[in-house]
C-alpha cells in the first residue's frame, strides 16, 4: 500500500523496485500480525530481537514483523546500497547535492582520529584545533578567570540561536544538567518574540553574562535581532563597545558577518559547511554545552557517538541498530500508512529530546522530490512528536490506545536516575513505562474487559453498555531504548544512533536528507511583509486574505498607538 497526498505522474524506481514489491506483497498477509500470537509461539523473541550496545538495550521485539517481514527490509536496504551510501557519508563525499557539500558531522566525534578528507584537506587537525580553543575558553570562563566589563566572574551564559543552533545544546545542557557548574546558569534565547529577550535579559546582571551568539550562516533573522539587542541592553546597562568583546562570542561559519556584527573573530569559534545546522551540536555549537558540564563531559558524550557511528558502520544489517529503527519506521511509514511517529521520554531530563529529535528528522526527510528532483509517488518523513512520560500518559495516550490511527512509538528510559536518592518515585516511573509497552501491546479482549468488569462488581447490563468503550485493540508497535544510565556517553550514543536511523531512510526514500530548501520560502516572504507591515502605503499585491491580515494589523497598531497615548 503506497501512501501519498500528492496527485504524481511519475513513477519512482523505489516503489517499482523489486525489493519494494516483495514487501507490498508480504504486507498483504502481515497487517493481520498479532504481536501477542508472535510473542506465545515464540518464546525467545525478545532475546533474538534485542541488541545490546555498551550500556544501551534497544528492544524492538515488540512490533509488527516475522524473519520474513525483516529480510524484505534488509533486502529493501541492500538494494538501495546502504553500505556504500554509508562509506561516501563517512568518508566525506559530497552527498549534499544541492548544496554541493559533504555530510561530516561524524567527522567532529571520530576519536580514532583518523583521516577524512574533504576537497583534498585533512579535516581532523581543524576539528581538533577548534575542540583545543573551546577547552581553553570554556576553562577560563569555568574558573572565574574571564571577568565581564567591571572584572567579575561569569555566572549566567546566555545562548543565541535558533533551529539547530539552539535546539542541540538545549536538548543536552537540560539532559546532563546534573553535570552543571554551580555558578553557571545557562539560558536559551530563540524566539524573536521579544517576550522572550525581555523574560532572560531582567533576570541578568550585565557585569556577569556572557552572550554566545550561535549560528551557522549569521544572516539568521530571528539571531540577529536578539543579539542585536542583548548587544543594545548591555550597552544600555553602562557597558563600553569596547566590552563587548568580554560579553560576546560567535560560533558560525561566516567570518564576515560576524567581523561585521561588532563580534571580534578572535572570539569566534569555527565550524565548516559541512556540518548541517541540525547536526551541529557536536561542533562548536557545542560551545554551551562546554560552558555548562566542561569540556571531559563533552569528550565523553563525542566519545559514545563515536562509538554508535562505528557500530553503525560495521555492525550486519541484522544487528545493526540505526538500521533496523529507520527499516521498522519505512515498514509503518509506507505500508502501513502511519503518518506519526512518538518519542516518549521517561526521563525528566529528556523533556527535550522530542523536540530535537522533530527538526532532526523532519528537517532531514520531510521532502518530496528524490535527490535527481523527481517527484516521487511514496510517503517520506514522518511526523515526529512525543512528550515525556509519565505526562504523556495524562495527555494524549489515549489516542495511541484506542484511537483509529497507527503510531509507532519509542520508550525510553534510564534505569538509575543521578537525582538518585528516592527510589520509589523511580519505581513508580519505571513500571508504567514498562506497563504502558505491554498495554500498547496485549490490549484487552472483550472477555477480558467483562471478567474485570464483572469482579468488579459492575451490574449484567452496565456490562455490556461498557465493554466497547473499555476494549483495547492492543497490537500497537513500540521499541523500548533502555540506558543503564544517563550520562554523556550513552546520551552521545542515543543521538547518533537517531542521527543515523534518519540517514537511514533518507537512503531507501533516496531523499537528500541534508538540505532544507522548505524553509526558504518563508524567510524570502517574511522580509517582503516586514518592509509593508512597517509602512503606510497602500498594498495592492498579496491574495486578498494575507492583504487583510496585513491592513487589519496595521490598523490595530494604529489602534493601540492611539490608546496607549491617551492614557498617559
Ligand atoms: O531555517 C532553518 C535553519 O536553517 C536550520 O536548518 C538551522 O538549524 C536554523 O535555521 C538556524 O540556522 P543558523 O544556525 O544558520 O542560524
Aim: proline share 3%; with cysteine; net charge neutral.
Amino acid at each position: 500500500m503506497r501512501q501519498s497526498n500528492v496527485i504524481v505522474d511519475l513513477s519512482s524506481n523505489l516503489s517499482a523496485s523489486p525489493a519494494w514489491k516483495r514487501l507490498e506483497t508480504h504486507y498483504l498477509s502481515a497487517k493481520y500480525l498479532q504481536m501477542k500470537e508472535l510473542f506465545n509461539h515464540d518464546p525467545n523473541r525478545f532475546s533474538k530481537h534485542s541488541i545490546h550496545f555498551e550500556d544501551l538495550l534497544f528492544d524492538y521485539s515488540k512490533n509488527r514483523f516475522t524473519e520474513e517481514t525483516l529480510n524484505h527490509l534488509f533486502a529493501l536496504a541492500r538494494q538501495c546500497n546502504i553500505h556504500q551510501w554509508q562509506e561516501r557519508m563517512f568518508s566525506g563525499e559530497k552527498i549534499n547535492t544541492t548544496e554541493g557539500r559533504a555530510v561530516l558531522h561524524t567527522a567532529l566525534r571520530n576519536r580514532s582520529n583518523t583521516a577524512i578528507y574533504v576537497d583534498g584537506k585533512n579535516v581532523m587537525p581543524m576539528i581538533q584545533s577548534v575542540l583545543d580553543k573551546m577547552k581553553i575558553f570554556s576553562k577560563k570562563v569555568r574558573s572565574g578567570e574571564w571577568k565581564g566589563y567591571t572584572g567579575k566572574e561569569i555566572t549566567d551564559v546566555v545562548n543565541i540561536g535558533i533551529g539547530g543552533s539552539d535546539l542541540g545544546p538545549k536538548m543536552i545542557c537540560r539532559a546532563l544538567s546534573q553535570y552543571q557548574h554551580p555558578r553557571l546558569k545557562i539560558h536559551f534565547l530563540s524566539n524573536v518574540d521579544s517576550a522572550h529577550a525581555e523574560r532572560i535579559l531582567n533576570q541578568l546582571d550585565p557585569e556577569t553574562t556572557l552572550f554566545i551568539v550561535a549560528s551557522k550562516t549569521f544572516t539568521t533573522q530571528e539571531t540577529r535581532r536578539n543579539a542585536q539587542t542583548a548587544k543594545e541592553w548591555l550597552l544600555n546597562c553602562g557597558a563600553k563597545k569596547q566590552d563587548i568583546a568580554k560579553h560576546f562570542v560567535a560560533v558560525s561559519t561566516n567570518t564576515v558577518e560576524v567581523t561585521k556584527f561588532g563580534i571580534d573573530p578572535n572570539n569566534m569559534f569555527e565550524f565548516w559547511d559541512w556540518v548541517g545546522g541540525r547536526y551541529s551540536l557536536w561542533s562548536a555549537i557545542g560551545l554551551t554545552i562546554v560552558l555548562a558540564i566542561g569540556m571531559p563531559q563533552f569528550i565523553e558524550l563525542l566519545e559514545g557517538a563515536h562509538a554508535m557511528d562505528q557500530h553503525f558502520k560495521n555492525m550486519p544489517l541484522e544487528k545493526n541498530i540505526p538500521v533496523i529503527m529507520g527499516l521498522l519506521g519505512i515498514w509503518y511509514n509506507n505500508f502501513f500508512g502511519a503518518e506519526s511517529s512518538a518519542v516518549l521520554p521517561y526521563d525528566y531530563y529528556l523533556r527535550e529530546l522530542p523536540a530535537y529529535l522533530e527538526q532532526a528528522d523532519m528537517e532531514s526527510n520531510g521532502k518530496s522530490v528524490d535527490r535527481d528532483g523527481e517527484r516521487i509517488d511514496y510517503s517520506t518523513g514522518s511526523i515526529v512528536w512525543g512528550a515525556e512520560g509519565n505526562n504523556g500518559q495524562h495527555a494524549f495516550y489515549q489516542l495511541i490506545h484506542q484511537g483509529t490511527k497507527l503510531i509507532p512509538t519509542d520508550f525510553i528510559i534510564a534505569s538509575s536516575t543521578h537525582t538518585g536518592c528516592n527510589q520509589d518515585h523511580r519505581n513508580i516511573l519505571v513500571s508504567n513505562f514498562l506497563a504502558q509497552t505491554e498495554a500498547l501491546m496485549i490490549g484487552r479482549s472483550r472477555s477480558e474487559t467483562r471478567e474485570q468488569l464483572a469482579s468488579a462488581g459492575v451490574q449484567i447490563k452496565g456490562i455490556e453498555q461498557k465493554i466497547p468503550h473499555m476494549v483495547f485493540d492492543g497490537n500497537q508497535p513500540s521499541n523500548s531504548i533502555l540506558l543503564k544510565e544517563l550520562n554523556p556517553r550513552t546520551l552521545g550514543s542515543l543521538i547518533a544512533m537517531y542521527e543515523h536511523k534518519i540517514f537511514v531512510q533518507g537512503i531507501v526514500w533516496n531523499l537528500n536528507s541534508y538540505d532544507q530548501w522548505g524553509v526558504e520560502l518563508g524567510k524570502h516572504l517574511t522580509e517582503k511583509v516586514l518592509e509593508e507591515l512597517q509602512s503606510q502605503k497602500d498594498i495592492y499585491h498579496h491574495d486578498s486574505s494575507t492583504r487583510g491580515l496585513l491592513h487589519q494589523f496595521r490598523n490595530y497598531y494604529t489602534q493601540t498607538a492611539r490608546e496607549r497615548e491617551a492614557e498617559k
